[in-house]
């Protein structure tokens, strides 16, 4: 047996040795000095979870993301059905989030829970933070969940990172077109899958339903075309072009939905108002942005390299992010602003002290490499299986799968490409982490229950898991474009 697998089963056992006592250490049954240690245990025992579950996907090479979902979905289901404090109210959400808001409000927690979590899901939590522990479980669940929103901030400033305004402007329109239609598309044919699916569902919930099918994550794709060498190729230029437009009239399309679902109607002078303030939002930082980060780099001009683009980073990103929400759009537009924003050149004038400087990229990296997995983890964790007992769902999981397929394969003949329009409009079809964030944000918001939750997760996961070979199989195929 070659030793380097050998090495990697033992070490498979021994994490998977380890599951039951860390599984018993999370249920809180051991007092602590230090009221943080409870939390550093429970946000420790998410990353393992994570640790493994991308372990797995490397090893059948699926995407990291995929791996931490599963893994969460199963953790998440398998522990709850042995009533573990922890998983059964990470199941719940950003509802431990308004639990915790509500008894701060001064509501007793019976209220403050039921407000939050519901009447059907009540029981269970109030059990668990009447306990003796609930105090707590309630404290790691909080702090799980604020991990988890900023692993999305620094997934989104890195998605931004990847992109650049001079690219958005190179861009043909060729990939204008195929972002175009594969926002749309999808869109629409959500909005009316989920009216006629679903019984008396509010149209705020298929107006999100059918942002959630407009996303893409097409990094997935880009891995493909770079185990095929076709990186450099026109498809490639035409998938990726696409997908930076698609990020920003994504990102705009759930600011419209939000600020729909937060006014309560649809009203075209409440829609027209979002429509200007993101865009001026988009407008005025790119403008201003570079100012700013000019004039903080200056006050940081006698730290070292790595010192400033650390700060000067996690202060802008950070600084748009809380801008954003304050326009009244998600924090994440914000995030993947500042990403489009920073760029490396305004730390010229210390790179001859280096003779190969760490890009902000390689900086920030780290904090995306530990915070990101709690997202998808919980995000698994929230996936609540015995909802797809219910005919209704695996109904509305089909079809809301063969929307986010057909939308996005018809967006593929937006290109000029004779033979190859298949392959880019299954280079959009993945999900992905996009997806997942949409989602998050619809349960945040209150418009999906748990069932279209787990409807729209199944629909990522399938996405996701076939459009790697399918991509594969039609580039093989095609000719070139001509």
């Not at 998983?87 to 407000?115: H, K, M, P, Q």
């Not at 698609?246 to 937060?262: E, R, T």
Request: glycine share 8%; proline share 3%.
């Amino acid at each position: 047996m070659d030793t380097r697998l050998k090495y990697q089963r033992i070490f498979i056992l021994l994490l998977l040795s380890l599951l039951p006592s860390l599984a018993s250490a999370v249920q809180f049954h051991v007092s602590h000095s230090d009221p943080i240690a409870p939390v550093i245990l429970g946000v420790t025992s998410i990353l393992f979870v994570a640790l493994l579950g991308r372990f797995a996907a490397r090893k059948f090479g699926l995407p990291s993301v995929l791996g931490e979902l599963l893994m969460g979905i199963l953790i998440g289901n398998i522990a709850f059905y042995y009533h573990f404090d922890l998983i059964t109210v990470l199941r719940e959400g950003s509802a431990i989030f308004e639990t915790t808001g509500n008894l701060l409000r001064g509501d007793n927690l019976e209220l403050a829970c039921l407000n939050a979590v519901g009447v059907s899901c009540a029981m269970p939590v109030l059990d668990i933070l009447r306990g003796p522990h609930g105090n707590e479980v309630l404290q790691v669940a909080h702090a799980v969940d604020v991990f988890s929103r900023y692993g999305v901030i620094f997934l989104l400033f890195l998605v931004g990172l990847e992109t650049s305004v001079s690219e958005m402007r190179k861009v043909g329109p060729d990939s204008s077109r195929v972002a175009v239609i594969g926002v749309l598309l999808p869109f629409f044919l959500g909005l009316v899958v989920s009216m006629l699916l679903v019984k008396n569902i509010e149209f705020h919930t298929s107006l999100f339903l059918g942002a959630t099918l407009a996303a893409t994550s097409v990094g997935i794709s880009a891995m493909v075309l770079q185990e095929m060498k076709m990186e450099n190729s026109e498809i490639a230029r035409i998938i990726l072009g696409a997908a930076v437009i698609d990020d920003v009239l994504g990102l705009l399309m759930l600011a419209i939905v939000s600020g729909i679902v937060v006014t309560g109607s649809v009203d075209l002078v409440n829609i027209a108002f979002t429509i200007v303030t993101a865009c001026l939002f988009l407008v005025i930082a790119i403008m201003a942005g570079p100012h700013f980060i000019r004039f903080v780099v200056k006050l940081f001009n006698r730290l070292d390299l790595v010192e400033a683009k650390m700060f000067v980073s996690y202060l802008f990103v950070m600084l748009l992010a809380w801008m954003a929400n304050l326009s009244g759009l998600a924090t994440i537009i914000g995030a993947f602003t500042a990403g489009l924003i920073l760029q490396d050149t305004y730390f010229d004038h210390w790179n001859h002290k280096f003779k190969t400087p760490l890009s902000v990229k390689d900086l920030i990296m780290p904090l995306e490499v530990i915070l990101v997995p709690i997202f998808f983890v919980l995000m698994g964790i929230q996936v609540k299986l015995e909802t797809f007992l219910q005919p209704d769902v695996i109904l509305l999981a089909s079809g809301l799968l063969v929307a986010a397929i057909v939308g996005k394969v018809v967006a593929g003949y937006g290109a000029r490409c004779i033979n190859n329009r298949l392959a880019i409009g299954i280079g959009m079809m993945p999900r992905g982490e996009v997806g997942l964030i949409f989602a998050s944000m619809g349960k945040t918001l209150g418009v999906m229950s748990d069932a279209l939750f787990s409807a729209v997760v199944l629909m990522v996961i399938v996405t996701t898991l076939i459009s790697p070979p399918l991509l594969k199989m039609t580039l093989k195929n095609a000719a070139s474009c001509r």
